[in-house]
């Protein structure tokens, strides 16, 4: 792919290249629910107001002032930063500026931030992998300590999402997230696999193998859909032949596994050409 474009930003310099822009109202609904949810804690137990940052917020700042709000629903005095590349839509976002909420220019450096905790969804979609994987290790550096990334991909309106959670030593696990009703298999989730792991998305690789595992226990789960499609995704996640972690979350659409049930243990995911991993 093309050499990312640099913005300058204040005395550093923006590193990566702008999002398509494209948002819209509680697209990211799921990821924010999920992160007050399950790693709440790291808000509310630190010493100072926590920042939390939210990459590539889009053309419009609406789902970072939705994070905002979200996050103090946990921690009072929480304090979020959008960051984009694009000036002209850091301009655009002043207007939302509020108490506890700012925009500045920024990429991957976290324009000289150190958040707590880092919102990138549908940022590293259009980049090739290893430049995706790079701009984890800058994300991650940038961290405070026992900071938290979350990098993912959703479908238009957020009905469809999977992401990553990773600290400073790597990614730690993945997370499946759907609107249950509109889910016809699990395997459709594929589409929305965040970077590290769409291309790894084939026969004989681990990523596959848990789409697979996860659309046989849904077949298995049968039975279970006159009850609705809820009942039938709790069903299967139960049933299911992968190891996963907690806090369980089924009955929320949510099906989170541990990052080495994919890949051996390794940040990148490895071929089972020379590495083959059983569920």
């Known amino acids: 792919m093309a050499k990312p474009k640099r913005y300058a930003a204040g005395r550093a310099r923006a590193l990566g290249?702008?999002?398509?822009?494209?948002?819209?109202?509680?697209?990211?609904?799921?990821?924010?629910?999920?992160?007050?949810?399950?790693?709440?804690?790291?808000?509310?137990?630190?010493?100072?107001?926590?920042?939390?940052?939210?990459?590539?917020?889009?053309a419009t700042p609406v789902t970072t002032v939705e994070l905002l709000a979200r996050v103090r629903a946990v921690r009072a005095d929480a304090q979020v930063v959008g960051l984009e590349i694009d000036p002209e839509r850091v301009a655009a976002a002043q207007a939302a500026t509020t108490d506890g909420l700012a925009f500045r220019r920024g990429g991957f450096e976290l324009a000289g931030l150190r958040p707590l905790v880092v919102r990138a969804l549908n940022v590293l979609r259009q980049y090739d992998e290893q430049p995706a994987l790079e701009a984890w290790a800058t994300l991650r550096a940038g961290l405070a300590a026992g900071g938290l990334l979350v990098e993912g991909t959703c479908d238009e309106i957020g009905r469809r999402?999977?992401?990553?959670?990773?600290?400073?030593?790597?990614?730690?696990?993945?997370?499946?997230?759907?609107?249950?009703?509109?889910?016809?298999?699990?395997?459709?989730?594929?589409?929305?696999?965040?970077?590290?792991?769409?291309?790894?998305?084939?026969?004989?690789?681990?990523?596959?193998?848990?789409?697979?595992?996860?659309?046989?226990?849904?077949?298995?789960?049968?039975?279970?859909?006159?009850?609705?499609?809820?009942?039938?995704?709790?069903?299967?996640?139960?049933?299911?032949?992968?190891?996963?972690?907690?806090?369980?979350?089924?009955?929320?659409?949510?099906?989170?596994?541990?990052?080495?049930?994919?890949?051996?243990?390794?940040?990148?995911?490895?071929?089972?050409?020379?590495?083959?991993?059983?569920?």
């Open 17 to 58: 290249l702008a999002t398509r822009g494209t948002t819209a109202p509680n697209r990211l609904r799921r990821v924010d629910r999920w992160l007050v949810g399950v790693h709440g804690h790291l808000l509310r137990s630190a010493d100072a107001p926590p920042v939390v940052v939210d990459l590539g917020y889009g």
């Open 161 to 279: 999402a999977c992401w990553v959670a990773l600290d400073a030593d790597g990614p730690r696990t993945l997370t499946l997230a759907a609107h249950l009703p509109s889910l016809q298999r699990p395997s459709d989730l594929a589409e929305r696999l965040p970077k590290a792991l769409i291309h790894h998305n084939v026969e004989g690789e681990p990523v596959h193998g848990l789409l697979t595992a996860l659309d046989a226990a849904w077949d298995r789960a049968a039975a279970y859909a006159p009850y609705g499609a809820r009942q039938r995704w709790v069903a299967a996640c139960e049933t299911l032949d992968w190891p996963q972690a907690g806090p369980v979350r089924h009955r929320l659409g949510e099906l989170t596994v541990p990052w080495d049930s994919l890949n051996g243990g390794q940040e990148t995911p490895c071929s089972t050409a020379t590495s083959r991993r059983s569920p």
